[in-house]
Each structure stands twice: as structure tokens, then as C-alpha cells.
């Protein structure tokens, strides 16, 4: 079966444009998770969702960032506008079950200049 | 929520040595994850493990979880082993990382 798909690998933007990040689970996957790694720090859970339901968005760090998941298929999140602070990895996840194993993509690079 | 601490975070070795991560954890736990992000960035599930041992290939992992700890076993290192080490855990929360360990292996 196909992995986690992230799109793009790398953003480059300058401060206050804006950037959308998308996931594509995989397929039958309910549970799907956002994480980031910023300037090698932890990587830290932003939110969860249940097919399109946010589950938890307790990681979200401010009302810049907006994550959606129309149908319950693949998830955007969007950075508007970007702060040099967000620069980091953005990592996306999903699992069949809670608890079960959590599948990761490659990650998004954006960096905010 | 659960607190997760890896030792140690940093970790040189030479080419053909054995190594043992730690993760250490504060509460009970449903699920538990090793990871290796290489230097890509890639983030690469090595195990699923919330109890017993598992092995695959030079790698192994032992999670004790009434003791709430695990150990990540490389054996053999290679320069391809260089990276950081992630250990996840899981009880009613989403997936919790520790610090990671960075490991060197030098040729």
C-alpha cells in the first residue's frame, strides 16, 4: 500500500506570505495527526483528526495556522500569515485505530525567511 | 501528560560498534515507537513496541512497561545508522516524543 504522502517536500516563503501544506493518509486510515520539528527541538503534536472531525487540536500553536479535512481523505494545514518562528519540518501521520502504529510521511521543510 | 526522556542525546560512535538507547517514561503507556529521522529528515518507523522484544535485522528494542522503560539495541553500527533516535509513547494522549538521541557513526 502506498505510505503517508506529503506535499511539497520544501517551502521556502517570506515572513507574512502565506503557505499550505498537504497530507495524503493512507487509504482507510480514519486517524490522521500533524506534527512539527522546529530548529531541532522536539517534535510536537499540533492536532488529530478522526476522518473529518478535529479530534484534538490542543497543539496548535496560535490562530495562524488552520487545518481542515473535507471528506475525511487528505488534510491541509495552512500558515497565514508565516513567522519566522514556524520554520521546521512539518511532519503528518496516520494510523487505522487510536493507539495503533503510527505511520509518518517524509515531512514538509518550510522555511520562512 | 506523559513525560518521555531519552539518554543519551548525544552519541558518537566508531563503525562496527554496539549501542544502547534508553527512553524512559512517566506513566502507563498503550503505545510505543522508535524512530529514526536520517539526515534527509525522513522520519522511519523501526518498531512498534509497547511490551516485550522485537528484532529486525541489527536492530532490537526491549520495552519493560511495567518498569516504563525501553532500550533500542543497534549492533554492528554503520554510517548509514547516523541519524536521531525518537522514542513515542501513547496512553490516552496523542503520540508524545522524547528529545531524541543523535548518533554519529564514523567511518
Known amino acids: 500500500e502506498a505510505g503517508v504522502t506529503q506535499f511539497p517536500s520544501h517551502s521556502v516563503i517570506e515572513k507574512g506570505q502565506t503557505v499550505t501544506l498537504r497530507c495524503d493518509p493512507i487509504?482507510?486510515?480514519?486517524?490522521l495527526y500533524w506534527y512539527r520539528r522546529v530548529m531541532g527541538k522536539e517534535i510536537k503534536f499540533l492536532l488529530h483528526?478522526?476522518?473529518?472531525?478535529?479530534?484534538?487540536e490542543s497543539g496548535m500553536p496560535n490562530n495562524r495556522f488552520l487545518a481542515e479535512r473535507t471528506g475525511g481523505t487528505y488534510s491541509t494545514l495552512k500558515v497565514q500569515p508565516a513567522e519566522l518562528e514556524d520554520s521546521g519540518v512539518y511532519f503528518c501521520?496516520?494510523?487505522?485505530?487510536?493507539?495503533?502504529?503510527?505511520?509518518f510521511g517524509n515531512g514538509t521543510r518550510l522555511t520562512v525567511t | 501528560g506523559i513525560q518521555v526522556e531519552q539518554s543519551p542525546p548525544d552519541l558518537i560512535l566508531q563503525e562496527g560498534a554496539n549501542s544502547t538507547l534508553r527512553c524512559n517514561f512517566s506513566?502507563?503507556?498503550?503505545?510505543l515507537q522508535w524512530f529514526h529521522q536520517n539526515p534527509w529528515g525522513q522520519l522511519i518507523n523501526l518498531f512498534y513496541?509497547?511490551?516485550g522484544t522485537k528484532q529486525n535485522g541489527r536492530l532490537s528494542a526491549t520495552t519493560v512497561a511495567t518498569e516504563r522503560y525501553s532500550l533500542l539495541y543497534i549492533s554492528s553500527s554503520q554510517t548509514t545508522d547516523s541519524g536521531v533516535y525518537f522514542c513515542?509513547?501513547?496512553?490516552?494522549?496523542?503520540?508524545?516524543f522524547g528529545k531524541g538521541t543523535r548518533l554519529s557513526v564514523i567511518a
Open positions: 501521520a496516520s494510523s487505522r485505530d487510536r493507539g495503533a502504529t503510527l505511520h
Open positions: 506513566d502507563s503507556v498503550n503505545n
Open positions: 513515542a509513547v501513547t496512553g490516552n494522549t496523542p503520540l508524545v
Open positions: 513496541i509497547p511490551s
Open positions: 487509504s482507510g486510515h480514519d486517524n
Open positions: 483528526f478522526v476522518k473529518e472531525s478535529k479530534q484534538d
